[in-house]
Structures are given as C-alpha cells and as structure tokens.
C-alpha cells in the first residue's frame, strides 16, 4: 500500500510503498482509508516536538482517521467488513482506572494513532475495535474523518465548560481554524452564551460570521480591548486554540472575572501573576482531546445536522503541499487526504 512516512524530522514525507497491515491480535481492525485530516499536531511531530508524547521515527502520521472496515481479527463481534467508521485516535486498554472511569485518552497503556503507532496518511490502517465508531446512515468518511481530533477536541472543551456558557455570559474564541469552527458551532447549539470569534486571517473571521459568530474581531491593533468594549466586564470563557506566548497573554487579559481559560492550542508558555489569579479567582483548563463517549456524541450531532465540518480534500500524494498550506495558515477549516 501506499504510505507517507515521516522518517527524518524537519523533513518532507516520503509517499513509500508498504506492505498492507494485517490483523494480528484478535481485536485487530484494518480500515481502508476513506479519509484522514491534517492537523497542526502533525506539523508538531514533523518539527521533532512530539517525543515527550511518544513519537519515534519512522511514523505513519495521522490521527484523524475514518474508511471501511477491511479486515477484522477472529475476536472482533462489533464490527464488520464493509462497514464506514470513523477511528477514535487514542486506543485505550479498557481495564485501567482511567478507562473505566470513561476517560479512555488518560488510559494508563494508552497508545494514539499516528503518533505512537502508524496512522491514516495510508491506504490501510490496522486499529483496536474499541476505536471505532459506526458512521450515521448518509455521512461519508472523508466528511468527518477531522471529527476524530479536530471535533473532539472542540467537543470536550465545550461540553466541560458547559455550566459557564450559561444565557448572559460571553464566550470568546481565539482562532476559528479546523478545531476552532467546531468549538464556534457547539458553543451555540450546546450553551448560551454570546460568542464573541477571533481570528487574524480575514477568510477565517468570514467563516465564522457564516457559523453564527454573534461578534467578529481580529483586525484592530487591541483586541483585549475590544474585547471589554463589547462584554464591559471582560469575556466569561476564553477558548484558545491558537497557543502562542501572545494568545495567552491576551486571552488571560480578556477574561472576566472568575473567568474561565481553556487552552486547546500549544506551543507557548502561559505566564500570570498568582495575586491577580486569586484576586479574580480565574481558572485555567487544559483539554486533552476526549473520550470515545465525547466523539461519538458529536457523531450524533453531526448525523443530526446540527453542526457541520469545513473540509476540502486533496489526494495523499498531495501530503506535503497540504501540511506547507497549514504552515502558512492557508487552509480554512480543515484539509482531509484521500488515498
Ligand atoms: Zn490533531
Ligand atoms: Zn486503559
């Protein structure tokens, strides 16, 4: 089959040919590709940034998966050839603690697709059964294969902060990219709150007027500021999916009190006095991606129509002109290869 393999950090894939996996272990699946999205993780793994998370070379990337199922071990009772799924990316053992308690992500063996164990930038992918999720009649796997990182991610970070986003409260939202949307669509169909989206790229703060965005920022100089124009008392939730030293500061500084931060991007490092975070009791929260539980309600969502997914597809030869789109912050929603 055909694969792009990271081999060598800060280096381009290479689009090689690998022999098709097989199930092995009896609760093994292989999916045949129908789609998988590019994240900016993967650009993190490509820049050498993810071995602290596991990533050894050389890696299949891609962890946001969804195909048919292809192939399945003699113990698999759930699944069956020809199925569409869509693939959880953390595999998660069942029997620990944090699996049992349904945080499958904190799982104590837990592994992650594409960046402990090869990934969807393929035609085949082997995974467990506990990681898949039976598709809504009607939805292709190409159209929500980002929903496997992407949306979960924004699910979890909004469905935890739920009892904040209660009617009269501000929820502010730096960055409106493939996680971002997600988040922008839930906020509103999930809580109560005014949204108020920001982003720096003008086609971005478009998508987010079209996504319901009740206040578009990101052009003036001083966005905390106008940000405190529009709320008075500062925004209630600050959702960050952008993650530089310069979003943090901002985010932190345009929280009410008792506000909420939630971090969704990385990269940067948060900085705050501890005497103003007592003062006005703020809070920071770190979402890792979510449980199977998280994705597959947002399945339901989707198969509901309530929220939908920004995607454009482009062919898994292409791996690389998309990954230097991402970098240079041309790609709006989320970009999904097709083997
Ligand atoms: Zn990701
Ligand atoms: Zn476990």
Known sequence: MRAALLREYQRPLELVERPEPEP????????????AGVC?????????????????????????NAGWVHAIGDGVTTAAVGDAVLVYAAYSCGLCVPCRRGLDMHCERGQFA????????AE???VDERSLLELPPGVEPADVAPHADAGITAYHAVKKLLPRLEPGSTAAMI???????VALQLVRVLGASTVIAIDTDERRRRLARELGADEVLGEE??????????TGAGADVVFDFVGTDATHAAGLEMLARRGVYS?????????LPSVGMIATETAIAGNLVGSWVDLWELLQLHGRGEITLRTETHSLGDVNDVLEKLRQGE??????LVP
Not at 24 to 35: E, F, T
Not at 44 to 54: C, K, Q, R, W
Not at 264 to 271: A, E
């Open 40 to 64: 900016q993780t993967d650009l993190h793994a490509i820049d050498g940034l993810m071995e602290a998370a596991g990533v050894r070379l050389p890696l299949v990337l891609g962890h946001e």
């Open 263 to 271: 971090v969704i991007g990385y990269g940067g490092t948060i900085s």
């Open 331 to 336: 790609i709006t929603g989320r970009a999904v």
């Open 124 to 126: 085949y992918v082997l």
């Open 114 to 121: 594409g960046l402990t164990r090869d990934g969807g930038f």
């Open 24 to 35: 092995g272990a009896p609760r093994d699946v292989v999916v045949r590709v129908g789609g």
């Open 221 to 230: 100089a001083d966005v905390v500021g106008a940000v405190r124009e529009l």
């Open 175 to 181: 960055g409106v990219g493939g996680v971002g949307h």
